[in-house]
């Protein structure tokens, strides 16, 4: 089970969001990958994930680093220790996948609460830089789904408001052998002319509705145990009931 510890990090200046605090996994000990590092570059991966900002966006300047890890570091080295979990940027950034997962709990963009002044930082910050991340590499396995989904998100929205734009099927009235047809497939004794004449009398409405689905429709007569026959309705009661009363 994880153990959440918190450490102090940067204020994130470019969207003026104070994130003093964030959470830590202290399981990261028992890890091969992590165990397997030098000291400097496990001081040096505690580093990035201290001062990336609260999107897990890095700005690396190296010879700070160095400064505050105690050992000189040589960029290209970085990059080639931590390719399978950092993301490097076009424009000189590093970004860590797996941070909002962990730190925010979501596995989605759509689950980043908008409302939220922090989670919405988060999710513009994904956007902005979306254009500038490089195709997923086979070789490296980058877990970058969700920061192509936060890129996609706004394509899906627009999706799905011109889905509730489509109309609606127009429901269009049976014929009579169109319900006959129907019910000598399903077998039922509905009489269609009966069932097209009490439907057509109320406008095709289904209580205070218009019907949508006349199939449907058809099936609740069968369920409801109603047998039309010419233009009068016969109530065919079901059998646990005649034994109840005793028939």
Do not use: N
């Given at each position: 089970m994880n153990v959440l510890s918190q450490i102090v990090t940067h204020t994130e200046k470019e969207r003026g969001i104070q994130m003093a605090k964030r959470y830590f996994d202290t399981d990261i000990w028992k890890k091969r990958w992590f165990r397997s590092l030098s000291p400097k570059y496990k001081s040096s991966w505690w580093y990035i994930i201290s001062q990336c900002?609260?999107?897990g966006f890095f700005e690396p300047d190296i010879e700070i680093m160095s400064i505050f890890?105690?050992?000189?570091l040589n960029e290209k080295d970085l990059m080639a220790i931590f390719s399978?979990?950092?993301e490097y940027l076009d424009n000189g950034k590093w970004f860590i996948p797996k941070f909002i997962?962990?730190?925010?709990?979501?596995?989605?963009p759509d689950e980043l609460n908008l409302s939220n002044r922090v989670h919405k930082s988060v999710y513009e910050r994904i956007k902005k830089y979306s254009h500038l991340f490089r195709p997923i590499?086979?070789?490296t396995k980058l877990h970058t789904s969700f920061i192509q989904a936060a890129k996609d998100k706004d394509k899906d929205k627009a999706i799905k408001n011109s889905s509730k734009k489509i109309k609606r099927k127009v429901f269009k009235i049976p014929t009579e052998q169109e319900v006959k047809e129907y019910c000598d497939k399903r077998e039922n004794n509905i009489n269609p002319a009966a069932f097209?004449?009490?439907?057509a009398s109320r406008g095709w409405m289904v209580g205070k509705n218009k019907m949508v689905d006349?199939?449907?429709a058809v099936r609740t007569w069968e369920n409801n145990d109603f047998t039309h026959k010419a233009n009068t309705k016969v109530f065919v009661e079901p059998e646990h009931r005649k034994k109840k009363r005793g028939w």
């Open positions: 900002d609260h999107a890890v105690g050992e000189e399978s979990r950092i997962q962990f730190q925010y709990k979501v596995s989605h590499d086979e070789a097209v004449a009490h439907y006349w199939k449907a």
